[in-house]
């Protein structure tokens, strides 16, 4: 077996191709955007190059054929809890069931990593935000949502026999979009919507702004100063709803106010994987079209939960039962979508872990993000609970 670093277009190209060589006989495999992977490893689109790099390669086995790939990185604004020292990340690791091979992905890695002053290494983990490809799937192998890491089971156990273990899991809830909420809900719901001071309604396009500065505001007052958060300006939020207009229903992102200022915010896209399945990874002007053509004339019956909050002063008023049963209403009564599944959780908030079990019970997916400490005589322990 040969490793090879990832360091001219044509090692790049290889390097995508060992995602779709690799996963194209698996079940419910969705090839990404081939442009969306890049761009992590472009200085001139990935700000987290700003604080840090990364490196990837690519393994060929005894024939020469593309049997793994990973990538690794170091990102000085990485926020990691616990007291592990620096840790970096490893990541898109795609591998055969093979574990000689998955353990020289991992051994490369290690020591690019040891030699930056790493003392452990996450994974798989993204060079960039949470949002994206991040964690290894462990339940739920059903089609992947946009941006998400996809993978066969056996990955699980090549990660666990190179000595990485558990530092949080990944929790999605799922629940069909007619289902009814639970009385609880209900009872809240009509407890708050009798009230005149109060009032829901989702987003219209052509006010795009004046949402986009409602959502400044629950965002800036719910999470700024929280985990790392940073306060978004007026500015960065309108570009931000400009940049999701394209693929944005208005019908599924609302808000709720009292006195008609904003007081808590429920974001919710269709799944974009639902239509990029159909590009084979293409992006071009053509694709682009044909993107723009299927989202017109097929129906998309998968959407996404992105962002839920409700600001401080509002918090365990049933302030979020009254904007998830508005929201429910039009789901049931008016729209075509089937499924609806929320961005992960992490089980070390379990605050938050309750809310959605408030919703659903049912764990539609799980991602685990492992840890492995290059000391292994070190004491492991998982990420605090919040």
Request: charged share 25%; with cysteine.
């Amino acid at each position: 077996m040969q490793l090879i670093e990832v360091n001219d277009v044509s090692t790049a190209t290889e390097f995508i191709k060992v995602n779709v060589i690799i996963n194209k006989s698996v079940p419910n495999y969705i090839r990404p955007i081939d442009n969306d992977v890049n761009g992590v490893f472009d200085k001139t689109k990935n700000k987290a190059f700003r604080h840090g790099e990364c490196i990837r390669w690519i393994l060929r086995g005894e024939n020469g054929e593309l049997i793994g790939r990973i990538a690794a990185f170091i990102n000085k604004k990485y926020k990691n809890k616990g007291d592990d020292g620096p840790v970096g990340g490893v990541g898109f690791f795609d591998c055969i069931n093979n574990q000689q091979a998955a353990d020289m992905l991992f051994d490369v890695a290690k020591h690019w990593l040891m030699k930056k002053g790493m003392e452990a290494m996450d994974g798989p983990i993204n060079f960039g935000e949470r949002d994206a490809w991040w964690g290894l799937v462990v339940h739920g192998f059903q089609e992947p949502l946009f941006k998400m890491n996809f993978n066969a089971p056996y990955y699980k156990a090549l990660f666990e026999n190179y000595g990485f273990k558990k530092f949080f899991d990944q929790v999605c809830f799922g629940m069909h979009t007619k289902e009814m909420l639970s009385k609880k809900f209900k009872d809240r719901h009509a407890a708050i919507a009798k009230d005149p001071e109060f009032s829901c309604r989702h987003l219209v396009k052509s006010d795009l702004k004046k949402y986009a500065d409602d959502f400044c505001v629950v965002y800036n007052k719910a999470w700024a100063g929280h985990g790392g958060n940073k306060q978004l300006s007026k500015e960065q939020c309108i570009k931000m709803f400009q940049q999701m207009k394209m693929v944005m229903d208005e019908k599924i992102v609302w808000f709720a106010y009292h006195k008609d200022e904003p007081i808590a915010i429920f974001i919710n896209l269709p799944d974009l994987n639902q239509w990029f399945k159909h590009l084979n990874g293409n992006f071009n002007l053509l694709h682009k079209l044909k993107f723009l053509w299927l989202k017109k004339m097929s129906k998309n019956k998968r959407c996404v939960g992105l962002v839920f909050g409700v600001v401080p002063e509002w918090q365990a008023k049933g302030i979020d039962s009254y904007i998830i049963e508005e929201a429910s209403i039009d789901f049931r009564t008016k729209l075509d979508y089937e499924d609806y599944e929320m961005q992960w959780i992490g089980d070390f908030n379990p605050k938050m872990i309750a809310v959605a079990e408030n919703l659903t019970p049912n764990r539609s997916r799980i991602l685990t993000t492992y840890r492995y400490m290059f000391d292994q005589t070190k004491e492991f322990k998982r990420h605090p609970v919040l």
